[in-house]
């Protein structure tokens, strides 16, 4: 059984950072791509950030300049460092991992940029 977990989600003012972290568990024989996703109340889940086997990144358009998504794979761990954050970042992020030839959601961690 393979359990993926976020954490690192809080309270920030806008303009902060927070440094969100993605971890597989359990019997793992592939780690492959991660997407990070968020959802704001009233939205549609949307794709923030992708980062795949070989280490290569993909980045929404909003979030580009100031989003790193990078990983771990010996503690098959991805992170997502969130730089100059703003109000419309506010949602719950979660994470989709490719293990073991199956994807696996995470139970979301919550973000929230307010003064």
């Known amino acids: 059984q393979v359990l993926v977990v976020e954490s690192g989600g809080g309270l920030v003012q806008p303009g902060g950072s927070l440094r969100l972290s993605c971890v597989a568990s359990?019997?793992?024989?592939?780690?492959?791509?991660v997407a990070w996703y968020r959802q704001a109340p009233g939205n549609e889940r949307e794709l923030v950030a992708t980062?795949?086997?070989?280490?290569?990144?993909v980045y929404q358009a909003a979030v580009k300049s100031r989003f790193t998504t990078s990983r771990n794979n010996a503690k098959n761990t991805v992170y997502l460092e969130m730089n100059t954050l703003k109000l419309e970042d506010t949602a719950v992020y979660y994470c989709?991992?490719?293990?073991?030839?199956?994807?696996?959601w995470g139970q979301g961690t919550q973000v929230t940029v307010s003064s």
């Open positions: 989709n991992a490719y293990v073991n030839k199956r994807y696996y």
């Open positions: 359990g019997i793992i024989f592939s780690f492959e791509s």
């Open positions: 980062i795949f086997t070989d280490g290569r990144t």
